[in-house]
């Protein structure tokens, strides 16, 4: 009887830690893994993407999404490579990843063999955990050590594994530790919570509450000391949906894809109150403001933006102590003045969204959607245009928003999709894609098809890639470089042998929604939308303005849209 080798062992530890798929396509110096995942795909299922990148990019969505680790594999040289962007997703949006790597026999290493890549160099920045396992005797405990790393530091693993490392038997004397973690709840000190509860106490200041994702699973007790300080509640965009976009109390999202309301509320406050972010467009926050900032990771305080007070905890047990010690505030004023600001946005974005128009606006789509999500839904949206009209135009109340917050790449969309799917089969999930973003990954749309994921893919398909068109033009420059030739997406998806569904005129928007939310299958919905709308942000800076008029000239000038008097043109 043959004892197990390191691939055997190597997926019977991944199983004992609960993950119960693996993102990947195979290849030679995987091959000894592939055939232990096959061995077990009982308790462990193989997901063959046709790209690594898709397969990175799904299993960093389904750790945002779940909490629980993801895992992809790519074999040596180019695949290990191509999981790079997905990991970077992952690194910087603080999710649990851990990605396995072939690698060249190790009697060849180090002689530029076929497919051989530095992978220690290669993933030494994107890993908080990088190592190459040479021999059975550590693979146990190196496993172990990846995956547990992984979920403290809420970050990317990486194991590379040499093809011969794999196929060797497992010693009888091979030592095993442990596959588990200790857990533990982070509770701040006693004097920073009294410097909190000081300045939250100060009845005569306006607070405003910049809650980040940090702050996710912990709506009841943000929304209490929302109600005791009479603050309004601006959102991060990773923390979209948190508390509901209509909530008398949310100003939704600050910065240029965030509200008007939010954007003044942060000129008037007196004291600004972060929880569980570390929020990157400093220009947004006010100039002068008591400012305290809490987050489960000290690192992060203070990290962007100064701050008065600091307090080390997590969001859901420190907003509960806060809302045993701090005073109700009976005045509502500024609260009120927020709130009628918010509701002018809202007026102004229905009316961004029923305005008559001969093509189709990407506003309406958003608000389509809207009607149509369950209240348990996950949007995947991707990065462009889209992620605009997604934020503002859909309003979410239940629902799960995820993205690629800080790396925003592009691609996403599809990606995180096929995961949301994976980890929660029973619920309605959306793709919002621009035809850029789909682009890119659009070949794993047949992921999606060959496991039976009833995903809806809606692409905002207006032939450019949008948003750097605009930001061309508010630069002072000419567009150059942003217009697509795209396929038929929906014939596409007809191809893979998915529905397809192409939407040309407003009145078909709904029913083509409908009709893929009663298939309960792959769906691609290819709507033709208004190119030139412009994503325009709450507040225009001057040198927004001063450039988009460059723009305008350089457009009738060096295009010859007009011509000048002969006395101009010396």
């Not at 004892?3 to 000894?32: C, F, Q």
């Not at 000190?189 to 200041?205: E, G, P, R």
Request: overall charge negative; proline content about 5%; hydrophobic content about 45%.
């Amino acid at each position: 009887m043959f004892r197990k080798n390191g691939a055997d062992t190597l997926i019977d530890l991944l199983i004992e830690w609960g993950v119960d798929h693996v993102y990947g396509m195979p290849g030679d110096s995987i091959n000894a893994i592939i055939e232990a995942l096959r061995k077990r795909k009982d308790k462990i299922r193989f997901i063959q993407v046709r790209h690594e990148e898709a397969g990175a990019l799904a299993a960093a969505a389904y750790a945002k999404l779940t909490g629980k680790l993801g895992v992809c594999l790519g074999v040596a040289g180019p695949g290990a490579i191509h999981l790079l962007n997905g990991l970077y997703d992952a690194k910087l949006d603080h999710a649990p990843v851990l990605a396995i790597a072939g690698q060249v026999d190790t009697a060849v290493m180090g002689l530029d063999y076929f497919q051989e890549v530095n992978l220690s160099r290669l993933f030494d920045d994107v890993a908080v955990y990088n190592q190459m396992v040479v021999s059975p005797v550590q693979l146990p405990a190196v496993v172990n050590q990846a995956i547990r790393t992984a979920y403290v530091e809420k970050g990317v693993a990486v194991l590379a594994f040499p093809g011969n490392v794999t196929n060797m038997e497992m010693n009888k004397g091979t030592p095993y530790t442990s596959p588990q973690i200790a857990r533990g709840k982070v509770q701040p000190l006693d004097h920073d919570m009294d410097a909190v509860c000081a300045a939250l106490n100060q009845m005569d200041k306006n607070i405003v509450i910049l809650a980040g994702k940090g702050a996710r699973g912990a709506r009841e007790e943000l929304l209490t000391l929302a109600e005791k300080l009479g603050a309004p509640i601006v959102l991060t965009l990773p923390a979209k949906g948190v508390i509901p976009d209509r909530h008398p109390y949310c100003l939704g999202g600050l910065g240029l894809l965030g509200t008007r309301a939010a954007y003044t509320a942060m000129q008037e406050a007196d004291i600004l109150f972060m929880i569980g972010t570390s929020y990157p467009f400093t220009v947004y926050l006010p100039e002068r403001a008591f400012t305290i900032q809490l987050d489960v990771d000290a690192r992060q305080i203070g990290k962007r933006y100064a701050v008065d007070v600091g307090i080390v905890g997590e969001a859901k047990s420190t907003l509960a102590q806060l809302n045993e010690r701090v005073a109700y505030h009976e005045s509502r004023e500024f609260l009120a003045r927020c709130k009628a600001n918010m509701d002018k946005w809202w007026d102004k974005m229905e009316s961004l969204e029923e305005a008559e128009h001969p093509k189709i606006l990407p506003e309406y789509v958003a608000r389509a959607m809207e009607e149509m999500a369950e209240e348990n839904a996950v949007l995947s949206c991707d990065v462009g245009n889209v992620t605009v009209w997604a934020a503002r135009h859909f309003r979410c109340t239940n629902q799960h928003f995820i993205l690629s917050s800080w790396l925003a790449t592009l691609g996403c969309g599809l990606p995180g999709a096929i995961a949301a799917q994976i980890a929660y089969p029973e619920r309605q999930v959306f793709a919002l894609c621009g035809d850029g973003g789909f682009g890119m990954m659009m070949a794993d749309f047949v992921t999606a098809v060959k496991y039976d994921l009833p995903i809806i893919v809606v692409v905002f398909n207006n032939q450019k890639i949008a948003m750097i068109k605009f930001e061309q033009e508010v630069l002072g420059n000419l567009e150059y470089g942003t217009g697509l030739h795209n396929p038929n997406f929906a014939a596409y998806a007809e191809a893979c042998g998915a529905m397809g569904l192409r939407v040309e005129r407003k009145e078909d928007v709904l029913p083509a929604l409908r009709k893929a939310a009663a298939a309960k299958r792959p769906c691609i919905i290819d709507v033709l939308v208004e190119a030139d709308e412009l994503p325009q942000p709450p507040n225009v800076m001057v040198e927004q303005a001063i450039g988009y008029a460059k723009h305008l000239a350089k457009e009738l000038l060096e295009e010859g849209k007009v011509s000048l008097p002969p006395i101009l043109r010396l």
